[in-house]
């Protein structure tokens, strides 16, 4: 089993930048890649972005690029999200996800089987 623990969520201005980290645990697990989603009120979740963990292959969403940089540290199995020029669209629950499997589609939510929690941003306009 692994457990996705996710911080660094918050209230932000728009314009305003936010840092959210996510750390993965468990035993006897390996990540091929983790990536970050996000679900506003009455919507459905939406793909953000998303990185290989042995070649750092970075994905993003058209709603995000040049805006937000996701990273990852291999030796503390963690992955980063730096969000800048914050909008209120930006609002939402984001969620960390990984998968140990290779996948030819990062961009969908079922490539996923393991999820954090979920830590809230929020931009003010």
């Known amino acids: 089993q692994v457990q996705l623990v996710e911080s660094g969520g918050g209230l932000v201005q728009a314009g305003g930048s936010l840092r959210l980290s996510c750390a993965a645990s468990?035993?006897?697990?390996?990540?091929?890649?983790m990536g970050w989603f996000r679900q506003a009120p009455g919507k459905e979740r939406e793909f953000v972005a998303a990185i290989t963990f042995s070649g750092g292959r970075t994905y993003y969403a058209d709603s995000v690029k040049g805006r937000f940089t996701i990273s990852r540290d291999n030796a503390k199995n963690t992955v980063y999200l730096q969000m800048n020029s914050l909008k209120p669209e930006d609002t939402a629950v984001y969620y960390c996800?990984?998968?140990?499997?290779?996948?030819?589609?990062?961009?969908?939510?079922?490539?996923?089987?393991?999820w954090g929690q979920g830590t809230q941003v929020t931009v003010s306009s």
């Open positions: 996800a990984l998968t140990s499997y290779y996948s030819s589609n990062y961009y969908s939510p079922s490539s996923y089987p393991y």
């Open positions: 468990g035993r006897s697990f390996s990540i091929a890649a």
